[in-house]
Structure formats: structure tokens, C-alpha cells
């Protein structure tokens, strides 16, 4: 336990309350640097703290979902709109997991003078990391989902820190946004950020990743990829697929028989906090979400459709600004 002023004050690694999101947020906050993330043996991020350079200040613990026993949630669903949108764009369409409309609203963010962040998958490490982008060539990487959780690599930090009048919009996971957005109510800088965060199924381990990645490469005796598709539409959008490329050598694999599905949607290896997860089960802390739009309705459907919830005036008002650029049906819409 941690002492500050008299009173002792749980650390942000204490596991006898919720269990951790691995939303990073608290490596970026800590005025010090005393706090690291790193992999634990599950496969999982998570802080873990230099006791000498911390002080105490209990920075971490005021945006971090463990400790919060007040979360709000959302009960109106006349404060909310919810459209089903399919990008007129075929060559967005295409290259996106499903109806394109992540890539429209980052496109329409930097024309009003945002920065955009969002994730990539690094080739290198095998891993997906946060960037930020300023332009169109650069969100390219942040194009399709990837099922495992991000690496901040101080990102957030310098979100953080930038304290001059430059907007963001933030693309993460509702555990992510929602830590953000308890940033920026306690720091007055709501005005700045536009966030947007996912239906979220939950992250699975990234050794199970590790292992799967491993696997692909041996069976095409290969040791780096040059680009992964996650949810690729090759076999349509329906059909769960991953597409490896390295060099000319592709390879293409199936929900079915593909281990890497078979453990994700068994749902035997997500992070623990996944499980009993109430920020995505809120829409209290975003702006926007997006997922894909299932259902009978779209059931022949092999292009992609997405759900777009709209939470808040901002997100209404950016929506408004591209709504020409889908085939859009309103299925939900606000008073």
C-alpha cells in the first residue's frame, strides 16, 4: 500500500479490486514515469510501479476503471441515434472490416483540423500499437480490426501532454475511451476531443496471438509478414479471415478450424476484466460507436455494414457532415 498525507492509498497495481483493462492510461498520466507497462505471464498489459519514484499523488487511480464504483450508465435510448451505414466508397468498403464509416469520420476529422489516433498492426513485433496520424496516407494502417489489445507507446502520453488547442479524435476500445474520458472531465479539455470507441467482444490474450502468428509463419515458411488483414473480406464479410502476405507468398485462413477463432469466440482467453466489463455496456464516456450491423436484415449481405451509435451532440454534429457518403438507413433517431 501506498502512503500519501496519512493516508494509505491503494496502488494501481492492487489486485483485490477490479481487475485491470490494460487501458494504459495510468503510464501516461503518472507525473514521474514510475509506472511501466509491461506483459504479465497471462499475456496481458499491465502497469507496474517503481516504488521510489512514486509519490503518491494518486494520479492514476482518478481515470482508471478499477476504481471506479460510480460508473453511469446508459438508460435513455431517446438520447442516442443508431444507423446502419454502408460507404458508397467501394475502394474504402473494401479495405475496411465492415461498412467503411471509421475511415469517412477520421477522413472528415483531419479536413477539420484534427489528429487522428487510432491502431496499426507493426509488422516487426507482431503486435498492434497506437499512432497518431495527420493526414490520409497515415490512417491508412489503422484500417480493419485487430483482436488483441493495443500498445499505447506513449501516445496517450503525448495526448496528454499537448496542452495547446489542437483537437483529437481517439479511436480505441470503451475501456480506453472511457479512461480518457475521465481525463479530460477532470482536466476541463472535453472541448478538444472527439471519441470513439467499438462493440466490443473482448481481448484475448496476446500469447495466444503470439502462438497463432508462429503457426502461420511456419506453415508458410516465412519469418516476418509484410501486411496482415484481420477480418479480411476475401471470402466475404460474413466469413472470419485472416490474410497473411509475405513477399508473393499469401495465405488465407477460416473461422472454421482457424485456432485463433476457435479460442476467441470460445471466449476461454480474454482478459479478466472482459468478462464483467461495464464500460462497453455504457454509452456515457463516447461520443460515437461503431460495429458491425448483424441480423437477419444483412444476413446475404457480403459488402459490410456498419452500426453507427451517435451518443452526443458532437458526434451527431460530425455524422451530419458525411452522411452523403453512405448507403444509410436511420434505425434509431434522436428527438
Excluded at 10 to 17: A, L, P, Q, R, S
Excluded at 45 to 53: C, S
Excluded at 264 to 280: E, G
Aim: hydrophobic share 35%; proline share 1%.
Amino acid at each position: 500500500m501506498l502512503k500519501h498525507k496519512g493516508i494509505f492509498m491503494n496502488n494501481i497495481t492492487d489486485k483485490t479490486v477490479k481487475n485491470c483493462t490494460s487501458c494504459q492510461l495510468c503510464f501516461a498520466v503518472c507525473p514521474t514515469e514510475a509506472i511501466r507497462i509491461e506483459l504479465d505471464k497471462d499475456g496481458f498489459y499491465v502497469p507496474v510501479v517503481d516504488d521510489n519514484m512514486c509519490i503518491s499523488c494518486g494520479l492514476c487511480k482518478e481515470s482508471c476503471y478499477k476504481y471506479d464504483e460510480k460508473i453511469i450508465m446508459t438508460y435513455d435510448e431517446q438520447s442516442i441515434s443508431i444507423y446502419a451505414v454502408q460507404s458508397i466508397d467501394k475502394k474504402i468498403l473494401n479495405s475496411s472490416t465492415s461498412g467503411g464509416v471509421a475511415s469517412h469520420i477520421a477522413i472528415e476529422c483531419l479536413k477539420q483540423g484534427y489528429k487522428v489516433i487510432g491502431v496499426a498492426y507493426d509488422n516487426d513485433r507482431d503486435i498492434a500499437i497506437n499512432k497518431i496520424a495527420t493526414n490520409e496516407k497515415e490512417i491508412e494502417s489503422f484500417k480493419g480490426s485487430k483482436y488483441m489489445q493495443s500498445y499505447t507507446e506513449k501516445v496517450f502520453k503525448v495526448l496528454l501532454k499537448d496542452q495547446t488547442d489542437q483537437k483529437y479524435v481517439v479511436f480505441g476500445t470503451s475501456c480506453q475511451i472511457y479512461a480518457i474520458k475521465k481525463y479530460a472531465e477532470r482536466t476541463n479539455q472535453n472541448g478538444r476531443l472527439l471519441l470513439i470507441d467499438i462493440f466490443c467482444h473482448g481481448c484475448p490474450s496476446l500469447n495466444l496471438w503470439t502462438k497463432y502468428v508462429k503457426y502461420i509463419k511456419q506453415k508458410m515458411n516465412v519469418d516476418k509478414f509484410d501486411g496482415v488483414e484481420f477480418r479480411s473480406k476475401i471470402h466475404g464479410w460474413h466469413e472470419f479471415s485472416h490474410y497473411f502476405i509475405s513477399d508473393n507468398i499469401k495465405f488465407k485462413s477460416k473461422k472454421i478450424n482457424d485456432p485463433f477463432f476457435t479460442f476467441f469466440f470460445d471466449n476461454n482467453v480474454l482478459c479478466k476484466a472482459c468478462y464483467d466489463c461495464k464500460s462497453r455496456s455504457t454509452l456515457e464516456y463516447t461520443d460515437i460507436r461503431l460495429g458491425d450491423f448483424w441480423g437477419a436484415e444483412y444476413a446475404l449481405n457480403t459488402e459490410g455494414v456498419s452500426a453507427v451509435v451517435l451518443s452526443s451532440d458532437r458526434g451527431k454534429g460530425l455524422f451530419d457532415n458525411i452522411k452523403n457518403k453512405f448507403i444509410l438507413k436511420s434505425i434509431l433517431s434522436k428527438k
